[in-house]
């Protein structure tokens, strides 16, 4: 039987590559204690119903572009495993973007659970990711303690960067930001990519392999002060411990480094956007690092700074991706590899019932792509800084370790010492 399907909207432009690579970006908060199954399936069906494009999925178009619909179909709710099943794995995780562009897995583990909440990239960043996840523990925690969440309010479907833009009247200038690394374009001779396409692509998103590293918080304390001091943030002091890792690793000093990330729009536009008004608010802000052996952490971390407030100040970042669409993986050809990193920042605090405590959390990306995935992710949650690297290479190429490495010792190089 087939049910007729309403269509939401079509996707934009910079949510369409989300869609090509079929990817998923998935947060799994670790629990210690009993989740009560059934209260977590009712929170799961609250947030469902507060936000309504979650019960989407995605359809194509004559034209091959996608569109979010809806249809009569409930959506099949969350999935418990039996038994701790280790990693997670092409067998074990579900995700169809035609099916349901949200899941959630309840994986036992020997102290309580992780709760892996899987929302495709299309209609969600990192930052709409964690307040969904916030607000699906507030539902869960009032359900366990009250019996009831009361009155959910409705949201609408979130805007796309393209709406919000418009919106504000920010319009496509003549500088797109890549103006910055377009120096090393052709400018050295360079061995093969290791994100070459080898236009192999999986029919149905597979885990991306990732190397983690958690700072403790007295670490991330150490490095927060040594920040301030220097008045530098934490992001561009973390960016410039990877830039510095990848030129080690690299072993080729005289080739600069470009780098890449998004910049959250939310409370950078006027007026500012809600958490989960906007599919995927970003600007991509560009930097060519230029470093040699006496390059310095919070010097490097400076630059970047500078170069950021001036790309924000002439309203560069905040157009950026109407000159293109953000892309994982590949590489222009010439061009050194990219360093790509994503900045989530502070996580909210969930709420939980006294019997269950949030511990930790990790990060998971599943999509189908074709060439070599290399990106950083990093965030703080309980007062602590994490590092991910999703990257094809082997074992991450070893840059976790000496990220890690680089960013504790920086404080006492300094003379900042944290208990």
């Given at each position: 039987?087939?049910?007729p399907?309403?269509?939401?909207?079509?996707l934009?432009r910079s949510?369409?590559?989300f869609?090509?690579?079929?990817n998923?970006?998935?947060l799994?908060p670790?629990v210690t204690?009993?989740?009560?199954?059934?209260a977590?399936a009712?929170a799961?069906d609250a947030?469902l119903q507060?936000?309504?494009?979650?019960n989407?999925?995605?359809?194509?178009?004559?034209?091959g572009r996608?569109q979010?619909?809806v249809?009569?179909?409930l959506?099949p709710?969350?999935?418990?495993l039996e038994?701790?099943?280790?990693p997670?794995n092409?067998?074990d995780v579900?995700?169809?973007?035609?099916?349901?562009?949200?899941n959630l897995?309840?994986r036992?583990?020997?102290?309580?659970?992780?709760?892996?909440l899987y929302?495709?990239?299309?209609l969600?960043d990192?930052?709409?990711?964690?307040?969904l996840?916030h607000?699906l523990f507030g539902y869960?925690?009032?359900?366990?303690?009250?019996?009831?969440?009361?009155?959910?309010?409705?949201?609408p479907a979130?805007d796309?960067?393209?709406?919000l833009?418009a919106?504000?009247g920010?319009?496509k200038k003549?500088?797109?930001?890549?103006e910055?690394?377009?120096?090393?374009?052709?400018?050295?001779d360079?061995?093969p990519?290791?994100?070459?396409?080898?236009?192999?692509?999986?029919?149905?998103?597979?885990?991306?392999?990732v190397?983690?590293?958690?700072l403790t918080?007295?670490e991330?304390q150490g490095?927060?002060?040594?920040?301030?001091?220097n008045?530098?943030?934490?992001?561009?002091?973390?960016?410039?411990a990877i830039?510095?890792?990848?030129?080690k690793i690299?072993?080729?000093?005289?080739i600069p480094?470009?780098y890449?990330?998004?910049?959250d729009?939310?409370y950078?536009?006027?007026p500012?956007?809600a958490?989960t008004?906007s599919?995927n608010?970003?600007?991509?802000?560009?930097?060519?690092?230029?470093?040699?052996?006496?390059?310095d952490i919070?010097e490097?971390a400076?630059?970047?700074a500078?170069n950021?407030r001036?790309?924000?100040?002439?309203?560069?970042?905040q157009?950026s991706?109407l000159?293109?669409?953000?892309?994982?993986?590949g590489?222009?050809?010439?061009?050194?590899d990219?360093v790509m990193?994503?900045?989530g920042?502070?996580?909210p605090t969930?709420r939980?019932?006294?019997?269950?405590?949030?511990?930790?959390?990790h990060g998971?990306?599943?999509l189908?792509?074709?060439?070599g995935v290399?990106?950083?992710?990093?965030?703080?949650f309980?007062d602590?800084?994490?590092?991910?690297?999703y990257?094809?290479?082997?074992?991450?190429?070893?840059t976790i370790?000496a990220v890690?490495?680089?960013?504790?010792?920086?404080?006492s190089?300094?003379g900042?010492?944290?208990?």
């Open positions: 039987m087939v049910f399907a309403s269509v939401v909207r079509p934009s949510e369409e590559m869609a090509d690579m079929q998923y970006m998935g799994a670790h204690g009993t989740v009560d199954v059934d977590m009712d799961f947030l507060a936000h309504p494009i979650l989407a999925h995605l359809e194509r178009r004559s034209d996608h979010f619909v249809d009569d179909l959506h709710g969350i999935r418990v038994s701790a099943q280790g997670p092409g067998a579900h995700l169809d973007q035609y099916v349901s562009l949200i897995d309840v036992p583990t020997d102290r309580g659970a992780e709760l892996c929302i495709h990239h299309s969600a990192a930052h709409h990711q964690f307040a996840a607000e869960y925690t009032d359900l366990v303690c009250t019996g009831s969440i009361g009155d959910v309010s409705v949201n979130p796309s960067l393209e709406t833009l919106d504000r920010i319009e003549r500088r797109s930001g890549f910055r690394i377009m120096p090393a374009m052709f400018a050295y360079l061995p990519s290791r994100r070459a396409d080898t236009g192999d692509a999986p029919a149905r998103p597979v885990s991306v392999p190397t983690r590293c958690w918080e007295g991330t490095l927060m002060a040594l920040c301030q001091e008045r530098v943030s934490l992001s561009t002091a973390v960016s410039a830039l510095l890792a990848e030129w690299r072993e080729t000093p005289s480094i470009p890449i990330y998004p910049v729009l939310r950078l536009l006027s500012p956007v958490a008004a599919t608010p970003l600007g991509v802000a560009a930097y060519l690092a230029e470093i040699d052996s006496d390059t919070v490097l400076g630059d970047i500078q950021f001036e790309d924000l100040s002439e309203g560069v970042i157009q991706l000159h293109f669409s953000p892309q994982y993986v590489n222009p050809p010439g061009l050194p990219v990193c994503t900045d920042g502070p996580a969930m939980t019932p006294d019997n269950l405590v949030i511990d930790g959390v998971e990306m599943w189908t792509a074709s060439t290399d990106i950083y992710c990093t965030g703080i309980l602590r800084l994490w590092i991910e690297h990257a094809h290479a082997p074992a991450g190429g070893g370790e890690s490495a680089l960013l504790c010792s920086a404080p190089q300094y900042w010492a944290m208990e």
